[in-house]
Each structure stands twice: as structure tokens, then as C-alpha cells.
Nanobody
Framework: QVQLVESGGGLVQPGGSLRLSCAAS????????MRWYRQAPGKERELVAG????????NYADSVKGRFTISRDNAKNTVYLQMNSLKPEDTAVYYC?????????WGQGTQVTVSS
């Protein structure tokens, strides 16, 4: 079955960096677009970034353009989210997503807290 396991979250000061990872299994990773979403307390889940199956195309939410970079390693079945210049408003639970099925497939999420 499809499994997505996020890691790399934590507490970081404003202006700091984190790299999130999502290890995938149970499907042919190299043939799927992958996405990162986030959900802050009291807010709806929002798309942060997406990457095509080969990594040749990426897209970002306006709020993270120029600060976040999505990438993937198809040999390792892993997608990454490099987050730089973090702001308090980036605080959220970050989820890895694979499209498909009724609602897509989701990991358990990893908490990112940006605070001094």
C-alpha cells in the first residue's frame, strides 16, 4: 500500500532553514507528481509546492516563492522541501501528498514551528 513518511520538521528561529523529507513506498514513485501541503492552526490546508514526476517542472505558492525549493530523488523514492528565510507565518504541519484515489494519499505530517 502507499506509504508516505515525512521527517525534518522542528523549531527554528525566523530567518532560519529546514529541509523536509518524504520517503515514499508502495508505488512507482518515479511516475507520479508529488506535492507538499501545509496546515496552520485554524486554517485550511494549502498547497505549498509541487514537482512533476521527472522533476523537470515545479510550482510554488506565491507566499513561498524564492524561499522554498522542492526537489526529488527518484532513486531514493524521496521528495524534499528546502525551506529558507523562514517566517513565523510558515508555522504549520507540513504534509507530503501523492495525487490519486478519492482524496489522494497523505503522510502523517511533520510540525514546523518558526519562533524566536
Amino acid at each position: 500500500q502507499v506509504q508516505l513518511v515525512e521527517s525534518g520538521g522542528g523549531l527554528v528561529q525566523p530567518g532560519g532553514s529546514l529541509r523536509l523529507s518524504c520517503a515514499a513506498s508502495g508505488f512507482t514513485f518515479s511516475t507520479y507528481t508529488m506535492r507538499w501541503y501545509r496546515q496552520a492552526p485554524g486554517k485550511e490546508r494549502e498547497l505549498v509546492a509541487g514537482i512533476s514526476s521527472t522533476g523537470g517542472n515545479t510550482n510554488y505558492a506565491d507566499s513561498v516563492k524564492g524561499r522554498f525549493t522542492i526537489s526529488r530523488d527518484n532513486a531514493k523514492n524521496t521528495v524534499y522541501l528546502q525551506m529558507n528565510s523562514l517566517k513565523p507565518e510558515d508555522t504549520a504541519v507540513y504534509y507530503c501528498n501523492r495525487p490519486g484515489g478519492l482524496k489522494g494519499y497523505w503522510g502523517q505530517g511533520t510540525q514546523v514551528t518558526v519562533s524566536s
